[in-house]
């Protein structure tokens, strides 16, 4: 009997503590690999689409592909001028907090809406105003060749008496895609630079 109760004490410890490979350690940052979807008729095209995707009666992809930040290119710290790498002289760090995506097949081509969210934090040098942030966005196919890119400026305001300023962005990419490659092999890449 003790050894039972041990052994569902233990079963019961080890499952709280999370974690898992690969997150960073907090749940809200970790998105679900796919969006749910309904599983009905594709949609009738002219070019056929590739042989492992599928779209439900109103195009809805049931797989997308993968929104990726890097952890080294969703932080971005920047410091009072002649400083750089002193944490005593940071004005603010942005960071990329979560992404999402969802995504429409039509003939040989997903449309893919993708999002991203973060946050300005004000470091010791850092004051209440307007920050902007570069964004750059690049695509690459199955292949892992570069398909797409963009940049942009995102504009964050830091409320007086706050300490931190959020963001979000939605934007649209169409991508081709090429027969006999899988959706989730496709990539787009957003990264603070």
Request: aromatic content about 8%; overall charge positive; glycine content about 12%.
């Amino acid at each position: 009997m003790g050894f039972v109760t041990l052994c569902a004490g233990l079963a019961l410890v080890s499952g709280c503590g999370g974690g898992g490979g690969g997150t960073t350690g907090f749940s809200s940052e970790r998105l679900p690999d796919r969006l749910p979807t309904i599983d009905l008729p594709s949609l009738p095209s002219s070019d056929p689409a590739p042989a492992s995707t599928t779209a439900s009666a109103d195009g809805r992809a049931s797989s997308c592909p993968q929104v990726v930040a890097w952890p080294n290119e969703k932080l971005r710290t920047v410091y009072q001028g002649g400083h750089d790498g002193e944490a005593d002289f940071i004005v603010y760090r942005g960071e990329i907090t979560k992404l999402s995506r969802e995504c429409q097949l039509s003939g040989g081509r997903v449309l893919v809406k993708y999002g991203y969210a973060g946050r300005v934090l004000l470091g010791p040098k850092g004051h209440a105003g307007s920050y902007s942030l570069p964004v750059s966005v690049k695509a690459t196919d199955a292949y892992k060749a570069q398909i797409a890119q963009d940049r942009m400026s995102v504009r964050v305001t830091v409320p007086a008496d706050q300490t931190v300023g959020y963001f979000s962005m939605v934007r649209q990419i169409s991508l081709p895609v090429r027969p006999g490659t899988r959706l989730e092999d496709y990539k787009i890449f957003v990264a603070l630079k």
